[in-house]
Structure formats: C-alpha cells, structure tokens
C-alpha cells in the first residue's frame, strides 16, 4: 500500500525494502509447510507444485502488471497485494505458536549489507566501468562484510544460517542450481520485457501476454521434474535442464529490431523457462532429500536465501551488461546480455555433472521442525 501511494523515490524504496523482507520471510515458511506436510514419494510432487507455482508467479506477474499498468495504472501493480494478503492471513496464523527463537540482529545485517553492497557493484559497473572505484570499492566492501558474516556465524549460539551445511554435497548443489536457475529467469523476463517494450513498442499488457507460454512452460518444466528425479536421478535431470535451458537462449541472442517476435524470442522464451522449471524442482529435491532428515529444515533455509539473492544478482548483472540498450533502445546491449545467460545455463550444466550427487532423492521419513 505505502509504495502504490509513494510520492517520492524515498517513500517508493521503502516500501520496496518491506516487500521484499516480507517475501523473505514468507518463501522459506511455504517450502517449510510443503517439507513437514508430505513424505517419500508425494514430497517430490508438492515440491514439483511449489516450484511450478514459484516459476510461473514471475511470468505471471509480469502479465498481471501489464494488465494493470495499461488499465488503473501503474500504482494498481502495489495495491493488488492488499486483499490478497488479507484473505490469506487466516491461513497464515498458525494453530499452535512455536517456540520464539533468538535473533541473529549482527549476522541479518551483515549478510543484508554484504549483498545490497554486492548489487550496488554490480549495477554500477554498467556506468562506471568494472575498473572504476564506484564499482570496486561496493564489491570489495561485500567480500569484507560477507567474511564478517561468516565469522559472526561462526560465533553465534543461534546463526541466522548454519555454514557447516555447504560441506554437505547436496545442499551446496541444490543452492548453486537454485541460484543460477532464479537468476536465469528472472534475467529472462527483466531482459525480455524491457527489449519488448523499448524496442519493439510493445503495450505493457501485450508484452504480458506474451509471457504467458513461458509461465505454462516453467509449470510444465517443474511437473515432469518432480516425477523424473525419482526415476533417473537429480543429476541428469539438473544437466538436462540447464541444456534445455542453453539451448533455448540461442534464439534469443540473434534478436533484431525487426525480426519475427513470435517465431525468434517467444520459442526461445518458452524452451529456457521449460529447463528452468525442471532445474527448480532438482535444486530442493537434491538438497532436502539427500541430506540426513534433521537436517532438512536447515537446508530448505538456505536454498530459499539462494532463491532470493539469485534474483537480485541476476537482474543486476544483466542490466549492467545490457546498460546501453536499455538507456538508448540499441540492441546490441540486449544481444550481448542473453549471450551471457547462454554462457550461464552451459556452464551451469557441466558443474551441475560434477557437482549434484548421483541417486535418487529418498524424501523418506517423517515430519522435521524448521
């Protein structure tokens, strides 16, 4: 609501900065509710359904909100939220409190710091150049603050996030797929709507509508993961995925200013969202089924953190390196962006061979605490 009725930039961030901390406490909550809920073979499949729901919310947004910036108006984008969250409460209140915990306040606002630092470098570097000091000194400043997080970690008697769990295989594979996959496709929808919109002339409500196949890929994508994982292993579904999704921005990197939309960036759109919706579901059934059953909540925790930042980065890398098209409608910045993700989703499958361990997910057992 506060950002819908912003006046101001100020007024616009912070209620930006409570959405967002408000979708981070919520995304870890809902894969919390999914892994307590079901067990063995139906787990896979709830998962298939939570990461079929998150994939096509991102491609269904961006309809939803081209719906209403042509019609009410962009501030309508904000207030929509409103009676939504608002009939969801009564299902959001839990029946029985569980016990408070403690309160990692340093280790919050380090990792909070270390990455709005991080982006901030990131997205500079599209104006200032990575050799500029306006870009390194934001990094540098995130590689001290992320080390001051680890050791704050390291000292807690309550950590925000346990580290010790990057040791186990699994977990670091399911955060690694995780982030690389959220970073794609939000890359993906970021790149396409404003290429769309500033170089085709597309309506905000045409340029949603066309997103809609790659919201129905990204669901299809996730539900044939969650019965394929169980079957042939997280391993080759994870490479698979990312090929597919490879293979799908090959189109997207010889766009033109005049080319077929509907026969060059929309099948493209809708291959790499197929992949990524498969690669979703592998990133937690890989770190929550191949992990010891008490440890499972701890690692539904750090694959959603990685969901969440692997939006951020992905957006901030593309647009750094698509800067010039999106301040002067060239194309040339556009192209060379989702080369990028190309080099991303190939690189991403030869270190998912090596880094997802083979089997299958057992998701066996019964309810963890969270």
């Known amino acids: 609501m506060v950002t819908g009725l912003a006046e101001n930039a100020p007024m616009l961030l912070g209620g930006r900065v409570a959405q967002g901390v408000g979708a981070a406490l919520l995304s870890p909550a809902a894969l919390s509710i999914v892994t307590t809920t079901f067990q063995g073979a139906e787990r896979n499949k709830a998962l298939g359904v939570w990461a079929a729901i998150g994939g096509t919310g991102a491609a269904a947004g961006v309809l939803i909100g081209g719906a ?19 009939a969801a409460l009564p299902a959001l209140v839990p029946a029985r409190a569980p016990q408070p915990a403690r309160l990692d306040l340093p280790g919050a606002l380090l990792v909070t710091a270390g990455t709005g630092s991080l982006i901030y470098g990131l997205v500079e570097a599209g104006d200032a150049g990575w050799g500029d000091a ?9 590689v001290v603050l992320y080390a001051g997080f680890a050791a704050a970690e390291h000292a807690s008697r309550t950590p925000l996030m346990d580290l010790r769990m990057f ?3 699994p977990v670091l594979a399911g955060a690694f797929l995780m ?16 290429y769309l919109q500033h170089i085709r002339d597309f309506s905000p409500m045409k340029t949603g ?6 919201a129905v ?14 079957r042939i292993g997280s391993r080759a579904v994870a490479v698979a995925g990312m090929a ?9 990197t010889r766009l033109s200013a005049d080319g077929g939309v509907y026969a060059g960036l929309l099948p493209g759109f809708v291959v790499a969202s197929l992949g990524l919706g498969a690669v979703f579901v592998t990133a937690t059934t890989t770190a929550l ?13 750090v694959v959603n953190t990685f969901h969440e930042v692997g939006g951020s980065i992905g957006v901030a890398v593309v647009s750094t390196v698509a800067a010039s098209g999106i301040e002067s409608g060239a194309l040339g910045g556009f192209t060379d962006a989702f080369t990028l993700c190309t080099v991303a989703a190939v690189t991403s499958a030869a270190v998912a061979l090596g880094l997802v361990p083979r089997g299958k997910p057992q998701m066996s057992g019964g309810p963890h605490v969270h």
């Open 167 to 169: 040791t186990r295989r």
């Open 244 to 252: 597919i999704a490879a293979a799908g921005s090959v189109p997207l």
């Open 68 to 86: 209403l910036t042509d019609g009410p108006g962009w501030q309508w984008i904000f207030y929509v939220n409103v009676p939504v969250v608002l």
């Open 134 to 142: 306006a870009t390194l000194l934001p990094l540098f400043a995130a």
């Open 289 to 301: 089924g191949m992990v010891d059953h008490h440890e499972a909540g701890l690692a539904s925790g």
């Open 179 to 194: 982030l690389m996959a959220t970073a794609l496709l939000i890359a993906y929808f970021f790149l396409g709507s404003v």
């Open 209 to 214: 509508l066309l997103f809609l196949p790659a």
């Open 217 to 230: 890929a990204t669901g299809l994508g996730a539900h044939l993961a969650s019965r394929l994982v169980g």
